[in-house]
């Protein structure tokens, strides 16, 4: 894709993609290397990659509306906007969740990760997702692309599914439906 059109947006994405790939590797790599510091600093790692690379959403989201011809989201300001509100959301998720950030070992269905000790809404990648959803509405909308919109829903209501009884699989299977209507749209629009 980036070879095709050498777009900015392909690289915002890919960079989401690395971050939740390199999520779903550890968790699935866990139980080999074992309980102990080097899983719990790769563990650590898997958040603030996700601290730092999943606000970069909003930005791919208003970027993926503008390319659509959706009116707001080609406004300069917007734009500019976007990043402001990315930046805002790194450093707020950076301050609220990674700096006391203290973890634990949890086993689930043959799966060994570390887990945050207190547990707490993800209230900022519900956020980001809504976010996305509505750029994904308003794409709907305006070029009849509707899967945007559709993997939004599916990965919000696949990850609001309790791990602790569907395991972590739900949530990545519903993740990669996410990053899919992403590249899709991308596709589409680019």
């Given amino acids: 894709m980036w070879q095709h059109s050498h777009h900015a947006n392909i690289l915002l994405l890919l960079l989401v993609i690395a971050g939740m790939t390199y999520d779903n590797l550890i968790i699935s790599l866990g139980r080999l290397i074992n309980e102990g510091s080097l899983l719990k600093l790769l563990n650590r790692l898997r958040f603030l990659l996700h601290d730092l690379l999943i606000p970069l959403l909003v930005v791919v989201a ?89 993997g939004t829903v599916v990965m919000l209501f696949g990850n609001a599914l309790p791990t602790n009884i569907f395991g972590s699989l739900v949530g990545s299977a519903v993740d990669f439906v996410f990053i899919l209507a992403l590249l899709t749209t991308q596709i589409v629009l680019y």
């Fill in 62 to 150: 208003v970027k993926l509306a503008s390319a659509a011809g959706v009116l707001w989201a080609s406004k300069p300001i917007l734009l500019s906007g976007s990043w402001t509100i990315t930046f805002g959301l790194i450093g707020l998720a950076l301050v609220t969740n990674f700096k006391h950030l203290e973890l634990a070992p949890i086993t689930f269905a043959g799966s060994l990760r570390y887990k945050p000790k207190k547990s707490q809404a993800p209230i900022l990648t519900i956020l980001i997702a809504l976010l996305v959803g509505v750029a994904g509405f308003y794409i709907w909308r305006e070029i009849q692309w509707p899967w945007m919109f559709m």
